[in-house]
């Protein structure tokens, strides 16, 4: 029988080492961030954002994220199942839409189920077991819990926003605060800012405490002079409602007549 050297038992137990250290480090993928930020919603809300630290598969997911009510029963046929999960460029932000037709009114799964939230009920989301591209599982389940409030029937209104100016030659924000959470990703891609000439300007957008507020912070010091903000009329809140109707409109109540109208803003930089 050949003898092991006394040795490669140092060298296993190395290797035994290295590979547990190894496992050890692996950063694996964690919810970062949930949007709406605030953990009261309306009954017809209609998508959700979770964020991830890590670049996630994008596949087979949706099936792993439930939600439960206050007994602990899971809600069925809650989320929209597309063909194609809603990702981002990153693939560190999936988008979950509640079923359109059981939030929208006068639909046949909305009068058969009715909407899958109930005003005056928590729920927990839970999100479990998603991998990253990288193979690495989630180290554990995340929940957030959301409570419901009655539905929300009221469009966004711009005449009721508050902006705030910087002073020329200034690094200073430009921001606008909301009366109401509006849509997170609705905030990033429908609000823009641009000069006379209508060129964008260079900076970074970011999103205040429970969506209520947008913040510019310019890359240079501001201007002076006439500068305009752009409004997409598909920007929206929570519930789908956006600037030109109810998500749950009648037939002939919309604003326009047709969707994603630009609406500009002049102010004055001095």
Request: one cysteine or more; hydrophobic letters at 35%; a positive charge.
């Given at each position: ?44 809300l209609l998508r959700m954002y979770v964020q ?219």
């Amino acid at each position: 029988m050949r003898k092991i050297p006394k040795n490669a038992f140092s060298i296993l137990i190395l290797l035994a080492t290295i590979t547990m250290a190894c496992k050890q480090s692996v950063k694996r993928p964690v919810v970062q961030a949930v949007y709406p930020s605030s953990q009261v919603v309306p009954e017809n809300l209609l998508r959700m954002y979770v964020q991830f630290s890590s670049p996630m598969k994008t596949t087979g997911n949706l099936e792993k994220i439930k939600l439960f009510d206050e007994q602990g029963k899971e809600v069925k046929n809650v989320f929209f199942n597309n063909v194609y999960e809603l990702w981002n460029r990153e693939q560190t932000q999936l988008t979950l839409i509640l079923d359109p037709a059981r939030v929208k009114t006068g639909l046949v799964a909305n009068e058969s189920w009715g909407r899958a939230i109930k005003p005056n009920s928590i729920y927990t989301l839970v999100v479990d077991e998603l991998e990253d591209v990288d193979h690495n599982k989630m180290a554990k389940p995340f929940e957030w819990k959301i409570s419901v409030e009655k539905a929300d029937l009221q469009v966004p209104d711009i005449s009721q926003w508050k902006i705030e100016i910087p002073m020329a030659g200034s690094p200073t924000e430009f921001s606008i605060r909301f009366p109401e959470m509006l849509d997170y990703n609705s905030m990033i891609q429908r609000l823009v800012l641009t000069d006379t000439n209508k060129q964008p300007l260079s900076g970074t957008i970011s999103i205040g405490k429970k969506e209520k507020e947008w913040r510019f912070q310019p890359q240079e010091p501001w201007k002076k002079g006439k500068h305009l903000l752009h409004v997409n009329t598909r920007l929206e809140d929570p519930a789908g409602n956006n600037l030109n109707g109810l998500f749950d409109h009648k037939q002939g109540t919309l604003k326009y007549e047709k969707e994603g109208i630009i609406k500009t803003i002049p102010f004055l930089i001095n």
